[in-house]
């Protein structure tokens, strides 16, 4: 049977104190954090198994008092990614929503979501990121990283936490990720080759005679191009905007307008005609979308069919599965590259706001330079001299 301890001093009223509770076979202090807004007396108790660790609780929370942060005792790791998943990204678009949430459940919550974020320290982050180097690539340990982190800033702007541990660490580096790649010149050939005749055979074109982004010819219009301009307007395409929220591109300078090269030209205007014969089969099925690039019924496409019928086009190509339709843009960039157009010139091409971009993004794609731009592309591609463009089936 437990037998109380010698009897602990209780304090005058509104000071600190620590005594004993037999009830709950734990020692209790209690102190005083000022007045409510009605005027009565804020006393707070903590509870522990001896009075030293009463006494240390005690100082925590007079500091937390001083700070303005009132830390709750079982506030865990996964209580603030959690909150900041569901209060912190109002307003985000809901696949950036998703891409965090899936990215808390399978990397953050399963290895630190049981710990009081209070308690959490800069050696259990830098441990977990340790563990995580190993299964993911660094740009997706960064962006694993970045969930706790701001998840913590979040907790902290609501004063749930005095300091943000994952700001004392830094991020290792991961495994090697899948380099991006571009075609050489007779593949590229080979790609155009095997396109031809199929849907995505106008979509290949533009986007590796170009250079857009996939995410900005997904939603491309035919206001927005000009394939018979005014007199004195080469044939543009107007590349203002993307699949992002709101339908903005990725940077400012990334909102650009782009002389068309002769080839494009002409596979835009077949496009143009074959979409015109679907709309007469389609009937009332047919959308008022606009879109250059969609379904037999003008619907959006997803870049899951992009991705899809691209496999299909580089198989056909003879090269392996594992090509991606955003490696046509890193293609363009090599092409022009190796043609003698300059750093400053491709980097206004493809929407970069400096040359520094773009050579970090692209790196392995540039060689040394010399002139200029969409005319390039129809030298590339000798106009004029190719095989018949087959029509899509």
């Not at 750093?343 to 971009?357: D, K, N, P, Y």
């Not at 794609?365 to 591609?381: H, K, N, S, W, Y």
């Amino acid at each position: 049977m437990t037998t109380e301890p010698k009897s602990s001093r209780k304090a005058g009223n509104g000071a600190d104190s620590i005594y004993w509770d037999a009830s709950k076979n734990r020692y209790v202090g209690a102190a005083s954090l000022g007045f409510t807004p009605s005027g009565k007396r804020r006393r707070v108790k903590v509870r522990g198994k001896t009075k030293t660790e009463v006494r240390a609780k005690l100082r925590e929370l007079k500091k937390e008092v001083e700070t303005g942060v009132k830390t709750p005792a079982n506030y865990t790791v996964a209580d603030a990614v959690n909150d900041w998943i569901g209060r912190g990204l109002k307003g985000r678009d809901e696949k950036t929503v998703d891409k965090c949430r899936s990215l808390a459940d399978n990397h953050v919550i399963p290895f630190l979501g049981k710990a009081k974020l209070k308690d959490l320290t800069a050696d259990d982050v830098d441990d977990w990121l340790d563990d995580r180097a190993d299964a993911l690539a660094t740009r997706s340990l960064r962006e694993v990283y970045s969930v706790l982190r701001r998840s913590i800033t979040h907790a902290q702007r609501r004063d749930k936490v005095l300091r943000n541990v994952a700001d004392l660490v830094t991020v290792p580096e991961g495994r090697p990720g899948r380099p991006s790649k571009a075609l050489t010149l007779d593949q590229a050939k080979a790609v155009l080759a095997a396109a031809q005749g199929t849907r995505l055979y106008a979509y290949v074109v533009l986007s590796l005679l170009i250079g857009i982004r996939t995410e900005e010819a997904r939603p491309l219009t035919w206001d927005h191009v000009h394939l018979s301009p005014p007199e004195g307007t080469v044939p543009h395409v107007e590349v203002w905007r993307s699949v992002r929220r709101h339908g903005d591109t990725k940077t400012r300078k990334s909102r650009r307008t782009l002389a068309l090269p002769q080839q494009v030209v002409k596979v835009l205007e077949q496009h143009r005609t074959w979409q015109k014969q679907e709309r007469a089969w389609a009937r009332l099925e047919w959308s008022t979308s606009g879109l250059v690039f969609a379904t037999r019924t003008a619907n959006a496409l997803d870049a899951s069919h992009v991705r899809r019928d691209f496999k299909a086009i580089v198989v056909k190509a003879g090269l392996t599965r594992d090509w991606t339709p955003r490696e046509l843009r890193h293609s363009f960039v090599s092409l022009l590259s190796d043609h003698g157009i300059p750093l400053e010139v491709i980097a206004r091409v493809v929407g970069h706001s400096s040359t520094a971009t773009t050579e970090a993004v692209y790196r392995k794609q540039l060689r040394p330079v010399i002139t200029e731009g969409a005319g390039a592309m129809d030298e590339i591609f000798a106009v004029g001299g190719g095989e018949e463009d087959g029509e899509p089936g």
